[in-house]
T-cell receptor
Framework: AQSVTQLDSQVPVFEEAPVELRCNYS??????LFWYVQYPNQGLQLLLKYLSGSTLVKGINGFEAEFNKSQTSFHLRKPSVHISDTAEYFCAAVSNDYKLSFGAGTTVTVRA | SAVISQKPSRDICQRGTSLTIQCQVDSQVTMMFWYRQQPGQSLTLIAT?????????ESGFVIDKFPISRPNLTFSTLTVSNMSPEDSSIYLC???????????FGSGTRLTVV
């Protein structure tokens, strides 16, 4: 199974500032990568995914992520955050066992 | 993409009792997964449920505590048995969603054991 490391447990950010959430995975074999968001008291919503092809992936709500195979990273970015982006963000990976492995999560708190 | 209906959304249960959580999918799916999310933590896979076979449990989870049923390709249940306060968590089901080329999650069941 994949091992996923989210390097930041908490990220405070001001409204309209950029944000980057860092994620590294363990394996150099073929892997699919995902970012999910969990708003307070809600389930998980898929932000974006990397399956193959272009290493820059665009998702919903203005988020994008870049797959870097040499650094085994899949960092999430947004150029300008809103108050409504306050949530928990999870990076996840799956390889040939079809099981999603999740990182520990990053809490993003957007302040006015 | 698949739509999952998970019930109940929340419950408060007495210790020693059992709770069965249901997940209904609007399309046929091969693989269903059950996760636990303890307070303030990430998601941990409990088991994988394929129709027509026994569920496969991850290390640290056993069938006697978390029996799973998968009677058809659109439905599964997870039972949390003989509950203790340590079982207080959010439990989520998930499916491998071929249409969405990813994994879709139910809205979760927030369980509190008192």
């Amino acid at each position: 199974a994949q091992s996923v490391t989210q390097l930041d447990s908490q990220v405070p950010v001001f409204e309209e500032a950029p944000v980057e959430l860092r994620c590294n995975y363990s394996s150099s074999v073929s892997v699919y990568l995902f970012w999910y968001v969990q708003y307070p008291n809600q389930g998980l919503q898929l932000l974006l995914k990397y399956l193959s092809g272009s290493t820059l992936v665009k998702g919903i709500n203005g988020f994008e992520a870049e797959f870097n195979k040499s650094q085994t990273s899949f960092h999430l970015r947004k150029p300008s955050v809103h108050i409504s982006d306050t949530a928990e963000y999870f990076c996840a990976a799956v390889s040939n066992d079809y099981k999603l492995s999740f990182g520990a999560g990053t809490t993003v708190t957007v302040r006015a | 993409s698949a739509v999952i209906s998970q019930k109940p959304s929340r419950d408060i249960c007495q210790r020693g009792t059992s709770l069965t959580i249901q997940c209904q999918v609007d399309s046929q799916v091969t693989m269903m997964f059950w996760y636990r999310q303890q307070p303030g933590q990430s998601l941990t896979l409990i088991a994988t449920a394929n129709q027509g076979s026994e569920a496969t449990y991850e290390s640290g989870f056993v069938i006697d505590k978390f029996p799973i049923s998968r009677p058809n390709l659109t439905f599964s249940t997870l039972t949390v048995s003989n509950m203790s306060p340590e079982d207080s968590s959010i439990y989520l089901c998930s499916v491998e969603d071929e249409g969405a080329q990813g994994y879709t999650f139910g809205s979760g069941t927030r369980l509190t054991v008192v």
